[in-house]
């Protein structure tokens, strides 16, 4: 089997945009609320009164100016604050994979292929809607797609995680034609009543297609080498799962949704990146000055600017290391992929960059290819 590329990628982005300015007023609606109704409580100071949120803090502390959900009303709902998102029938296709197909036709388009051609699917996000069957054996069924199809979480890094799968099965000739599918429905998981994390996720999809590179009909990138390392941390975590029920535990409980300890997850995983990255361009006998792109995990525009001045011992230009977390926020494992699949066309033959995510395990994944 040949060397894989990178043949084709697409983003599904959700019909509704949530600016700041419109979180920030539902949040301290929702905030004035609680206070007012444990008045009592809080002057006695058996209740911490809850804080305004500030559109400023969000775009100094994190460089998001907005996101995209699948649902925003119950969001921006004070007395709801969370999507309103109606559980579907079994004979209606799931969410996630409605996502998908839109994000699988795009990548399909652009490489010149039908879903028949397709034979093997990975489902690779934060989350899954359901735990069997799979949500990747559903999308195989609505495309019409043949070979095999199963799910993964690696959390942020899933997305990179599933090109590496994808990438070794195809070198070891068990696939020809792949689709790394990353439905992430942030919003459902994520505490929006928290002040310090309601502005961090956005909804998207993205899909990789993945071919044997003499297979491709068009510009692709070579999938020179990927690389994947994971290393424990509770710094984030959700305790959501199966066991809640048999736990006794169905209540609201505030562990059952994202939590993070955002300045520890800051400060570790930034040297593990940095390490990670010069030891893949060091197994690949690369220099980091022959990147001419570094397509990073979305999650905060400062970690981002600093990783970029580690690798490349000098401030990226914008074009060299772009961001799209202003519009899309923190998409978990799909961020990395918006930035390569929005970024990565005007690039040259002969051309390297590195697509590169990290975040909850902790992981990180990274895929150093060159575009032919
Ligand atoms: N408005 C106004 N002020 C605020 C707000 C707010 N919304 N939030 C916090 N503040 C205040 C704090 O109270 C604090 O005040 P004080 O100093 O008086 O105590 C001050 O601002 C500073 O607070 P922080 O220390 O929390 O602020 P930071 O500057 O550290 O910024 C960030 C917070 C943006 C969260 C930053 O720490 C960060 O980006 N960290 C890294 C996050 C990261 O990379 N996480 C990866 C998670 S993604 C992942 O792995 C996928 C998980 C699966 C997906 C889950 C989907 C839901």
Same mark, same amino acid.
């Given at each position: 089997m040949g060397t894989p590329a990178i043949t084709g990628s697409g983003v599904f982005t959700p019909p509704h945009t949530i600016t700041n300015d419109e979180l920030v007023a539902a949040f301290n609606a929702y905030a004035d609320r609680y206070n007012a109704d444990h008045a009592a409580a809080i002057d006695a100071g058996r209740v911490a009164a809850k804080v305004h949120s500030s559109s400023a803090f969000i775009a100094g502390a994190s460089g998001i100016h907005q996101r995209y959900v699948m649902e925003k009303s119950g969001i921006l709902d004070p007395e709801v604050m969370h999507p309103r998102l109606p559980p579907r029938r079994d004979d209606q296709p799931s969410l996630m994979a409605e996502m998908a197909l839109d994000a699988c036709h795009k990548a399909l388009a652009q490489a010149g292929?039908?879903?028949?051609?397709?034979d093997l699917i990975i489902c690779a996000a934060?989350?899954? @809607? #359901? =735990?069997?069957?799979a949500i990747a054996v559903e999308i195989q069924s609505l495309l019409g797609a043949q070979g095999f199809a199963f799910d993964m979480n690696v959390a942020c890094s899933s997305a990179t995680f599933g090109i590496k799968a994808a990438a070794d099965m195809m070198r070891a000739g068990g696939a020809n034609c792949a689709i790394v599918v990353s439905p992430e429905i942030c919003s459902a998981h994520?505490?929006?009543?928290d002040r310090d994390c309601h502005f961090i996720f956005g909804d998207v999809c993205t899909a990789v297609m993945i071919e044997p590179? @003499? #297979? =491709?009909?068009?510009p692709h990138f070579r999938i020179h080498s990927t690389r994947c390392a994971t290393q424990f941390s509770n710094n984030i975590r959700n305790n959501?799962?199966?066991?809640r029920r048999a736990h006794g535990q169905m209540g609201?409980?505030?562990?059952?949704q994202f939590m993070q300890n955002g300045r520890r997850v800051f400060k570790e995983v930034l040297p593990l990146v940095v390490s990670h990255i010069a030891g893949h361009l060091d197994e690949a006998e690369?220099?980091?000055?022959?990147?001419?792109?570094l397509w990073l995990h979305q999650a905060n525009k400062g970690m981002n600017d600093f990783i970029g001045r580690k690798v490349l011992g000098r401030d990226a230009a914008p074009d060299e290391q772009p961001n799209v977390l202003q519009n899309y926020a923190n998409t978990s494992s799909a961020g990395s992929i918006i930035a390569f699949s929005q970024h990565s066309d005007d690039l040259p033959p002969g051309a390297k960059g590195m697509i590169c995510s990290f975040g909850a395990g902790y992981s990180v994944g990274s895929v150093l290819v060159e575009r032919a």
């Open positions: 292929r039908s879903a028949r051609e397709v934060s989350n899954h @809607e #359901r =735990a069997y069957p994520l505490e929006w009543r590179e @003499e #297979r =491709a009909q068009g959501d799962g199966f066991l609201d409980r505030r562990d059952m690369t220099s980091a000055s022959t990147l001419s792109r």
